[in-house]
C-alpha cells in the first residue's frame, strides 16, 4: 500500500517563502494528493488537491500565497509571503480504493 | 457553506461502547462519501472508516476492523460511527470529513471537516 513521508518540522522567516515537501512511496508516482493544515487547538482544514502532474484546486478562501507542485514521488506544498497565522501543522493525504492514509505532518514554525 | 458537526464523544471505560454522529448541511449529502478519521493527542491524523456516498460499501483502518461500524442515514444527512470493544488507544479526537468528489467509488480527498468529538477511554 501506498505510504506518504514528511518531514517533521519546518522553520522559516516571517516573510519569507517555505516549500514542504510530501514524498509518496516508491511505485507510486502517479497518485494525486490533498494537503491539509492544522493549526494549533483547531481541526483540520482542507487546503488544496494536487495532482501528479502539478495541477492543483485549492480550497475555498485559501490565499494565492499558497501553492502546490509535483515532481515525480514528491509533491510540494508553498508558501510566499509567510504570515503569523501560517504557523501550523501540514498534512498530505492520499488514497486507494477503500483506503486512505495520511503522512506523519511537519510541523511549521514561522520565525 | 458546508457544515459538518460531530457529536456523541465522551468518557467510556475500556471494553465500552459509544456512538459518534456527524450532521451535515450544506451539499447534498446523498452524492458524497464520508469519513470518519482520528487524532490522538499530540500526534497525527489516522483515517478510521469510510462509507460510500450511497451506504452501500464500508472500510475500516486494520486498527477497528471488526470494531467500529461506519454507517449513515441519508434521509437525515447524518454520518454515525458505532465503537464498540473500546481500548486505551482509541483514545482520540474524532472529525467527521467529506468526500470532494461526487458518487465516486474509487477514492478522494477531503473539502471538508467537523471540529471534532473526544472521546476518552478510561477507566
Known amino acids: 500500500q501506498v505510504v506518504l513521508t514528511q518531514s517533521p518540522s519546518a522553520s522559516a522567516s516571517l516573510g519569507a517563502s517555505v516549500k514542504l515537501t510530501c514524498t509518496l512511496s516508491?511505485?507510486?508516482?502517479?497518485?494525486?494528493i490533498a494537503w491539509h493544515q492544522q493549526q494549533p487547538e483547531k481541526g483540520p482544514r482542507y487546503l488544496m488537491n494536487l495532482k501528479s502532474d502539478g495541477s492543483h484546486n485549492k480550497g475555498d478562501g485559501i490565499p494565492d500565497r499558497f501553492s502546490g507542485s509535483s515532481s515525480g514521488t514528491e509533491r510540494y506544498l508553498t508558501i510566499s509571503s509567510l504570515q503569523s497565522e501560517d504557523e501550523a501543522d501540514y498534512y498530505c493525504q492520499t488514497w486507494d480504493p477503500g483506503f486512505q492514509v495520511f503522512g506523519g505532518g511537519t510541523k511549521l514554525s514561522v520565525l | 457553506q458546508v457544515q459538518l458537526v460531530e457529536s456523541g464523544g465522551g468518557v467510556v471505560q475500556p471494553g465500552g461502547s459509544l456512538r459518534l454522529s456527524c450532521a451535515a448541511s450544506g451539499f447534498t449529502f446523498r452524492l458524497y462519501g464520508m469519513h470518519w478519521v482520528r487524532q490522538t493527542p499530540g500526534r497525527g491524523l489516522e483515517w478510521v472508516a469510510l462509507i460510500w456516498f450511497d451506504g452501500s460499501n464500508d472500510y475500516y483502518a486494520d486498527s477497528v476492523k471488526g470494531r467500529f461500524i461506519i454507517s449513515r442515514d441519508n434521509s437525515k444527512n447524518t454520518v454515525f460511527l458505532q465503537m464498540s470493544s473500546l481500548r486505551a488507544e482509541d483514545t482520540a479526537v474524532y472529525y467527521c470529513?467529506?468526500?470532494?468528489?461526487?458518487?465516486?467509488?474509487?477514492?478522494?480527498?477531503?473539502?471538508?471537516w467537523g471540529p471534532g468529538t473526544l472521546v476518552t477511554v478510561s477507566s
Open positions: 470529513a467529506k468526500g470532494a468528489v461526487p458518487t465516486v467509488t474509487t477514492g478522494d480527498y477531503y473539502d471538508s
Open positions: 516508491s511505485g507510486h508516482s502517479t497518485y494525486d
